[in-house]
């Protein structure tokens, strides 16, 4: 069970240290509408990850087809996941977060979600690098169900925390 917290915690900071879209949405909108808009944007991210984690994990599994390649899966999904790493490691931007404008048009928390939601649903990335992540998971023989739910639950309050600790720094 701690190897999954564990596990949770150390992916979920390894995306915080991702720089994307989503990263320089939230710190925009943090500055100019403050630190309750970027945290609600970021419960549409969050959701959004779950969102594709559901999607690669769960209908693959039930598949079935996972049980029989595990091996095979889980060598793709690390690999797939070194790829990942490796692009956004050596990729420059090249948005400056001068270029991202957000009109503030938003009459409703429901509208920032799901502005959050689509902006990461829309970076092909976050399917490709949960693919690789279930296809990890999937492989650990250790992990049972309860394993798995932990794990990916973590990771999504990590990657919520981390967000809202940008978001609070960038508003100060």
Do not use: C
Request: hydrophobic fraction near 55%; glycine fraction near 10%; aromatic fraction near 12%.
């Amino acid at each position: 069970m701690l190897e999954a917290v564990l596990s949770g915690i150390s992916l979920g900071l390894v995306l915080a240290l991702l720089v994307g879209p989503v990263f320089f949405m939230l710190i925009d909108t943090s500055i100019k509408k403050g630190f309750v808009k970027a945290v609600i944007l970021a419960v549409g991210v969050v959701l959004s990850d779950a969102f594709f984690i559901g999607l690669t994990y769960f209908s693959a599994t039930a598949l079935g087809f996972m049980k029989s390649y595990q091996m095979e899966i889980g060598i793709a999904g690390g690999i797939l996941l070194v790829i990942f790493g490796l692009v956004n490691i050596f990729k420059k931007p090249h948005l400056q977060s001068a270029d991202i404008v957000l009109t503030d048009n938003s009459k409703s928390p429901l509208v920032d979600v799901v502005k959050g939601f689509m902006m990461n649903a829309l970076n092909p990335f976050v399917l490709i690098f949960w693919i690789g992540v279930s296809g990890v998971v999937s492989a650990n023989e250790n992990y049972s169900d309860m394993h798995v739910v932990i794990f990916y639950l973590v990771v999504l309050l990590t990657v919520l925390f981390t967000d809202g600790l940008k978001s609070g720094l960038a508003s100060r």
